[in-house]
């Protein structure tokens, strides 16, 4: 079984841009949550979806939004990029509407400059 | 606090045992989790412990929950070079929000 793919891995960006992350779950799976990982903050949760409904939602400005679609293909945006969304954007995915496994991809890391 | 607290650094000799420790928040998690990351790699699930055990044992991998406490302990046996990397606690606060404390940096030595 495939694990939990994101696209693209690197992503080079100057503030004032919007960028478009992607993840595809592992097939079968219906939620995949976002995570934005920096040196400073830790993990930190963004959002969460199933069936192309966002369940919760994290601490983070109006500028990160998601959305998923049909086949459980998830995306999250950024807008109006600022120096401190430099991180590694990570998504996760589980089976069901109960969280107990949940695999996470590899990551996209995002720079700002 | 709201921090799940765990240790930042942890060296040890290969072949000996580590143990990595977490504290966490809050009482009504359902579940709690460690997590493993290499460099420039995501996460990886080692192993999940559900708030109602007290031990869970998976190869290696022993996992020690107390309650009252509020702590989690990771226990590695036998523990290898390849097992350096950044080790994650992560609690469930409901629904699919995972929260994780700032990771222990696990530095196996031959």
């Known amino acids: 079984k495939a694990g939990v793919t994101q696209t693209p891995r690197y992503l080079i960006k100057t503030r004032g841009q919007q960028v478009t992350l992607s993840c595809s779950p592992i097939?079968?799976?219906?939620?995949v949550s976002w995570y934005q990982q920096t040196p400073g903050q830790g993990l930190q949760f963004l959002f969460e979806y199933f069936s192309e409904t966002q369940r919760n939602k994290g601490n983070f400005p109006g500028r990160f939004s998601g959305r998923q679609f049909s086949n459980s293909r998830s995306e999250m945006n950024v807008s109006t990029l600022e120096l401190g969304d430099s991180a590694l954007y990570l998504c996760a995915s589980s089976a069901g509407q109960g969280l107990i496994e949940q695999f996470f991809g590899p990551g996209t890391r995002l720079t700002v400059l | 606090g709201e921090d799940v607290e765990q240790s930042l650094f942890l060296s040890v000799r290969e072949g000996d045992s580590s143990v990595i420790n977490c504290t966490y928040t809050?009482?009504?998690?359902?579940?709690l989790y460690w997590y493993k990351q290499e460099p420039g790699a995501g996460l990886q699930l080692l192993t999940y412990?559900?708030?109602?055990?007290d031990m869970k044992q998976d190869q290696r991998l022993t996992v020690l929950l107390n309650k009252k406490d509020k702590h989690l302990s990771l226990r590695i046996a036998d523990t290898q070079t390849g097992d350096s990397a950044i080790y994650f606690c992560a609690e469930n606060r409901g629904y699919s929000t995972l929260t994780f404390g700032k990771g222990t940096m696990l530095l196996v030595s031959p």
């Open positions: 097939s079968g799976h219906r939620s």
């Open positions: 412990i559900f708030s109602n055990m």
């Open positions: 809050d009482s009504s998690s359902t579940y």
